[in-house]
């Protein structure tokens, strides 16, 4: 996804859900390439968590305007681009949040569907566009998708990205136990596995 919006180093990237696992990797990747993130999350007990991992602004999105938050944190210039996986009202936000000419890729399915104002479109030229991973590889001209499959490897055995930890594990047979811990728990405090 990076690719596609190519920030500039001391640029911001806004993002969506940055407490997942993929939100965590964008902020550990962006520190990498010394881009800045301002970084949306539903629950004010991630503030701290995701500051402590290297994200510089982390807003609680339904409790301040996104658009105003980003136009303090970077000065005016907004944000680069936006990565959002949310549908509804709140992904609304997120065109309106990134420079004139930027781009916001939606990479997953949850919510409804993606709010984008006309203004942002027409008047800033903002690219509001998907993102899916098999797709994007698949794009890739020969020794392409090798070369990033690669680099990405390079990356975790740097420690720079980093698997989402083990959380616990239960039998096909205690499905509705495993179904109540991952409902009880964000995806940051381990991925809860089914076996056999």
């Known amino acids: 996804m990076m690719d596609e919006l190519s ?34 999350v539903r629950r004010e007990e991630a503030v701290n968590e995701l500051k402590l991992k290297g994200a510089d602004v982390v807003l609680v999105g339904s409790e301040v ?27 609304k936000a997120f065109p309106s949040s990134v420079r004139t000419h930027g781009i916001v890729e ?18 800033r030229d903002v690219t509001v566009k998907g993102f899916w991973l098999s797709v994007w590889l698949d794009s890739l001209p020969p020794g392409k998708r090798e070369k990033r499959l690669k680099e990405t ?24 136990k495993a179904v109540k811990e991952a409902e009880g728990k964000s995806g940051s405090h381990g991925k809860v596995l089914l076996e056999g």
Not at 18 to 27: D, H
Not at 153 to 176: I, R, T
């Open 7 to 40: 920030p500039p180093v001391d640029s911001w990237l806004l993002q969506n859900a940055a407490t997942s696992v993929l939100g965590q990797e964008v902020i550990s990747y962006a520190k990498y390439l010394g881009i800045k993130t301002i970084n949306v």
């Open 106 to 123: 939606v990479y997953s399915l949850v919510g409804d569907e993606v709010v984008v104002p006309m203004t942002d479109l027409v008047w």
């Open 153 to 176: 490897m390079d990356l975790m055995a740097e420690k720079v990205l980093v698997p989402p930890p083990p959380g616990a594990k239960y039998n096909l047979a205690d499905a509705k």
């Open 65 to 91: 305007d996104i658009v105003e938050e980003v136009r303090k944190a970077t000065g005016g210039d907004m944000a680069w681009g936006a990565l959002n996986p949310i549908g509804g009202p709140q992904s």
